[in-house]
């Protein structure tokens, strides 16, 4: 939702009316954009790597239904037709980016206690804490605007009705609705610009 709020008034930034497409379209496609790129910004792992472990996953459990244990490093290499040596050097790189369950013991070693992995990205504080300042700020922004531009951006942006839709709750018609739309729009980055956010970049 942060990222998708980001890209939402990145939209507005960018926006040029004399392409001739719609703000919906170019918003919609800027969010998703901001959106995605923020997850493999948070996934460490390459395709290739994500790809390897789901084999690896999925032949461990046909393995286990079949055996009724888990299977063996050298049985699961059979299976997926590689040697034990590079079986290993696969999972080498597979721990490397803690893809191991955490429920996992060491070596297989039931005494000892599971490995600690480090937190998420998103639970460290220091991104709890921009989270907290960016709702502060878009907080700030929304406050600043008149009580139509806010309806404006609620029907809009969280109830996603139409224009039409808008123009019959407002009492206008579907002109004068576009040109609420693009007057708030411009205030809120305004206001926002004027506090350091001119990008989904910012944070």
């Not at 939402?8 to 379209?25: G, H, N």
């Not at 790809?51 to 286990?64: F, N, P, S």
């Not at 034990?84 to 696969?90: K, Y």
């Not at 502060?136 to 996603?160: C, D, E, F, V, W």
Request: net charge positive.
């Amino acid at each position: 939702m942060q990222a998708g709020t980001l890209g939402l008034f990145d939209a507005v930034t960018k926006y040029r009316p004399e392409k001739q497409v719609a703000f919906r379209s170019y918003a919609q496609h800027r969010i998703k954009g901001a959106m995605l790129d923020s997850l493999r910004e948070l996934d460490w792992a390459s395709r290739d790597l994500r790809r390897r472990h789901r084999r690896i996953e999925a032949v461990a459990r046909q393995l286990a239904t079949i055996l009724n244990r888990y299977p063996t490093d050298a049985e699961i290499a059979e299976r997926m037709g590689m040697c034990v040596e590079r079986w290993q050097h696969m999972m080498a790189d597979i721990r490397q980016v803690a893809l191991i369950s955490a429920s996992e013991t060491r070596g297989g070693q039931d005494d000892l206690p599971a490995r600690e992995l480090p937190a998420r990205p998103e639970t460290r504080p220091d991104a709890i804490c921009a989270r907290s300042q960016l709702r502060t700020l878009l907080n700030g922004a929304l406050r600043t605007l008149s009580p139509r531009y806010r309806q404006m951006i609620a029907l809009y942006y969280l109830k996603h009705l139409t224009m039409r839709e808008i123009a019959s709750v407002l009492g206008v018609n579907e002109s004068r609705v576009s040109q609420i739309h693009k007057a708030a729009l411009e205030k809120l980055s305004a206001s926002l610009g004027a506090a350091g956010i001119r990008s989904s970049r910012a944070f």
